[in-house]
């Protein structure tokens, strides 16, 4: 029997990444794919010539592709969702009433 030489699978823990897109900005990337797919279709169901529709449709994929992976190298794997939940707390929290802290009991029950 010749001796067996096999690949140790190394990418256990790594995130999925194809072409420099990190997980979450290839489903960003094909999402607005399948859009840019459907505005081509609708295009030419509206009777627009088909070059000048597919040459706009590239030309914004084109730019669309660019914006994610500018997306995906800046914010990374997680960052987007981060950054995206970081804009949704509120900056401080104002309590102008005493009514509330006054209705707090630590024994569980209510007055």
Sequence with gaps: ???????IQRDINKPIEFY????????IFAVGILL??????GLYYAGIPRIPS???VTMTAMIWAVKVQR??????????L????RRK??????????RIFMDISFN????
């Design 54 to 56: 597919l040459l706009s």
């Design 89 to 98: 707390l509120p900056e401080s929290v104002r309590i102008r009433d005493r």
């Design 36 to 41: 840019l797919f459907a505005a081509f279709i």
């Design 108 to 111: 569980g029950e209510g007055r």
């Design 82 to 85: 981060k950054a995206y939940a």
């Design 1 to 7: 029997m010749a001796n067996s030489i096999y690949r």
């Design 20 to 27: 420099g897109l990190k997980s979450l900005f290839m489903v």
């Design 71 to 80: 997306l995906s190298r800046r914010f990374g794997r997680y960052g987007l």
